[in-house]
């Protein structure tokens, strides 16, 4: 398979800049190895039902088609039995969470989840503490298949490939912190910047 | 902030002001004529004056109360008559509603409404209405699941869900009229703002400025819901509602469809300027006065041009919807300055002439005094410490632009005063026919910018820009002003540690109240702005306080207490501690607010014993 048959190019138009960063970016990586171009640069899909909380729709044969790993996700809804033992083939991998990091601004998790993930209108996801579950497939679930408070859905509409590395982001935000105690002393509870809306 | 302290600051305020520091201090007399234009209500409240029967009190938005037992000389003896919790946390903007010994309250998400019946002592519940409201819109709102209110007419309340639904409620039996379904959540059009009832209609605007939808205002029929008229702020004049009658005052301001060529490409279709605010009205006019948002994305790049009507005071028909005129206070806006704030109508002098007004205190820091029967502005001047631009333009009403603080593609703007918060934000000021003042609860931040790149994906943020804020000059957080509209300057002032986040109630007892944020309610003299009392309450205040007379004669105040909105939960995320899997570190801005407060969720009222 052809890097390029892996995704479709989607309808949706990024802004010209994006591009450009992006480019840039991904030739980067590329030259380093690892991770293609094509994965690395963000893609977003829409699908024909607007509602980015339905369910997302199985891949149909003109969509797009997933990278075969024989450890991911499996394509579909609802997955039933997610093996939670389920690797993520980019875990402390530092390209890719270069490229996690990336996706994350360009997929606009940062304006809900918080520049390093600091929490914004979703939750942060930088306290070492999970809702859902913070093993590498259960972060995974978070991402494919959205959370009723209003996460979206992003399976089907950017590449398995890319949720692994958004997953390697997000589960390096916390670095080991214990976040329990805050005493306004800086000495157990450091300050982090946060945007307003 | 200690008693010594704000009289300091009141003292200082007052040089400041270039007031003779006596000229306030206990003057019992009536202000100078000049002070306020002798300025007075434009509509004042039709009902009995002990009830609180509309979000701002009245149609012009004055939320003053002709209720005068609690005054400067007695409200020390304030205390706390009752107290509730509403059963829900987060962001507690708005207020009660009083109406025939009846209080109703609406939550933040999930939107709770609650009937409370004051006649029987231990403030039972009449009703209680639990609406079906989608749980995704918790996280598609930008700033907070607030809710600021409902309105009533005809024995029926109307109020907004997150999700985008419009409520008519039974006020007797608490049951569901009707509900119709004005914005879609999943595009992340969500509705905080507390509507008006206007000659039959519910006035209703949409949130969602940060995620690229498109703004609108709408009119929906009392008895049934059924949408009469949606007028859009941004696009073709068609979808505007913009016909022959349109008048805008400023010559720019005319020309067809400048809702879509003040913008590039479609760019206008995810532009934002939605109608998240307060509306006014006046019958005489048979118009509604509203604000719009921001445009979309907050990356200026994106979307060279005007961005026709974002940032704008729109006046529209009250029948048909249709645009009589707009006045847009920061065109092209780059820091994310929403002009939605509250337009209080009042009739005043303004250069010796007798004007019908309405004033309006804009995130960009000006307080702008403009004639409401044609959109020209009469006096634009700073209420806050402001540098993004140098004045405004009175020939054009546009602003003088500071080269130094223009945002953009490549570069790091500093010290951008106000923030993005806006000199004052959703609080709403009030006005006194007595004094011929507005208090205005303001916001002393500024900010660093700096744009990224966006795109647009449905039911996400889109934002394009980092916009770390810290106090602004002086150390302090906030300041309660006391402003005189026909001449644009500010009277005194009362400094505070913390953003002013709570609106204000002003009443015939020459009493002004007011909340902070880390959880004070206070009464302070509205002539001199000397503290009289204060009361700390469960949790910051950023609702409204109202007063009303009680069944039993005597004269009641009321506010939320609940820390939230864009302060209490993106600036200040550690004051939530009820989610084990949502822990947030102290923020940059307000490091310090979490060992004042936490979040609250209760209605606390005061009387004097």
Not at chain 2, 37 to 65: C, H, K, Q, T
Not at chain 2, 315 to 326: F, H, Q
Request: with cysteine.
């Amino acid at each position: 398979m052809t890097a390029a048959s892996r995704h479709r190019v989607a309808a949706w138009v990024p802004a010209l800049a994006l591009v450009a960063l992006t480019a840039a970016v991904t030739l980067a990586l590329a030259r380093r190895g690892g991770i293609s171009a094509v994965e690395a640069a963000p893609s977003y899909v829409p699908l024909t039902a607007r509602d980015a909380l339905a369910r997302p729709e199985p891949a149909g044969p003109d969509s797009i088609r997933f990278v075969e790993h024989p450890d991911v996700y499996p394509v579909g809804w609802p997955s039933t039995g997610i093996p939670l033992a389920l690797a993520n083939p980019y875990e402390r991998n530092a390209t890719a969470l270069a490229t996690g990091a990336r996706l994350y601004v360009a997929y606009n998790c940062i304006d809900c989840h918080g520049a390093d993930g600091s929490g914004s209108m979703g939750p942060s996801l930088a306290d070492g503490r999970w809702h859902f579950g913070g093993r590498p497939a259960e972060v995974f679930e978070s991402i494919y298949q959205g959370r009723p408070d209003g996460m979206p859905a992003w399976g089907g509409r950017i590449s398995n490939d890319q949720i692994w590395m958004l997953v390697a982001y997000v589960r390096s935000l916390n670095g080991g912190r214990d976040v329990s105690t805050a005493n306004f002393t800086g000495l157990k509870s450091r300050t982090v910047e946060r945007s307003g809306h | 902030m200690t008693r010594r302290r704000s009289a300091a600051a009141l003292a200082l305020a007052l040089i400041v002001a270039g007031c003779a520091p006596d000229s306030g201090k206990g003057a019992g007399g009536p202000p100078a004529a000049t002070v306020g234009g002798n300025a007075r209500i434009a509509v004042p409240r039709p009902g009995p004056p002990g009830e609180w029967p509309m979000p701002g009190g009245d149609y012009s938005n004055s939320r003053y109360s002709e209720l005068a037992d609690i005054t400067a000389a007695n409200a020390t003896k304030l205390q706390v008559a009752w107290a509730m919790s509403t059963g829900v946390l987060r962001g507690h903007e708005g207020q009660p509603l009083v109406i025939d010994n009846t209080m109703y309250l609406v939550t933040p998400f999930p939107n709770v409404a609650y009937a409370v019946d004051l006649a029987t002592p231990g403030q039972p519940l009449k009703w209680r209405f639990r609406p079906e409201n989608a749980q995704a819109a918790a996280g598609r709102a930008c700033c907070d699941v607030v809710n600021r209110g409902a309105a009533y007419a005809d024995g029926t309340i109307f109020y907004n869900l997150l999700d985008g639904h419009t409520v008519a409620v039974d006020a007797k039996t608490g049951e569901q009229k009707w509900r119709t379904r004005m914005g879609d959540v999943s595009l992340g059009e969500t509705i905080t703002m507390a509507p008006i009832v206007v000659k039959g209609k519910v006035i209703v605007g949409s949130s969602g400025g940060e995620m690229g939808v498109r703004g609108w205002l709408g009119a929906l029929d009392v008895k049934t819901g059924k949408v009469l008229w949606r007028a859009y702020n941004v696009g073709p004049d068609k979808d505007m509602l913009i016909d022959s009658s349109f008048r805008p005052f400023y010559a720019h301001d005319k020309g067809a469809n400048l809702g879509v060529t003040s913008w590039v490409g479609d760019s206008w279709k995810r532009g934002g300027g939605v109608s998240w605010g307060w509306v006014s009205y006046d019958p005489a006019l048979n118009l509604v006065y509203y604000g719009t948002s921001n445009p979309g994305p907050w990356n200026e790049g994106m979307r060279p041009g005007d961005n026709k009507w974002t940032c704008a005071i729109l006046a529209r028909d009250a029948d048909t919807g249709a645009l009589k005129w707009v006045f847009q206070v920061t065109p092209h806006d780059m820091w994310d300055y929403d002009g939605v704030n509250e337009n209080i109508l009042v009739d005043l002098e303004v250069n010796g002439a007798a004007r019908k007004a309405l004033v309006h205190f804009d995130r960009n820091g000006f307080a702008y005094t403009i004639d409401r029967a044609t959109g020209e502005v009469l006096v634009a001047e700073p209420f806050v410490h402001v540098n993004w631009a140098r004045g405004i333009d009175m020939k054009t009403g546009r602003p003088i632009l500071n080269p130094d603080k223009l945002t953009g593609e490549g570069k790091l703007v500093k010290e951008i005063c106000p923030s993005l918060e806006g000199g004052k934000n959703q609080q709403p000021a009030a006005f006194s026919p007595q004094t011929g003042l507005f208090y205005v609860p303001t916001v002393n931040l500024c900010m660093d910018f700096k744009v990224r790149p966006v795109s647009y994906i449905p039911g996400t943020p889109y934002i394009g820009a980092d916009a770390p804020e810290r106090l602004g000059a002086g150390g302090f957080g906030g300041e309660f002003i006391a402003w005189d509209a026909s001449n644009g300057k500010k009277l005194w002032g009362i400094k505070e540690p913390f953003p002013l986040w709570s609106g204000v109630l002003v009443t015939a007892g020459g009493v002004a109240f007011y909340g902070t944020l880390d959880g004070w309610f206070k009464a302070v003299d509205a002539r001199t702005g000397a503290p009289l009392w204060k009361f700390k309450v469960g949790s910051g205040v950023v609702g409204n306080p109202i007063t009303y007379r009680g069944p039993d004669g005597k004269q009641y105040v009321a506010v939320y207490a609940g820390i939230g909105g864009d302060m209490g939960l993106l600036i200040a995320g550690d004051v939530a501690a009820n989610l084990p899997y949502d822990v947030r570190e102290r923020g940059t801005t307000l490091p310090d607010l979490a060992k004042w407060t936490s979040w609250g969720g209760e209605l606390f009222v005061f009387a004097i014993p």
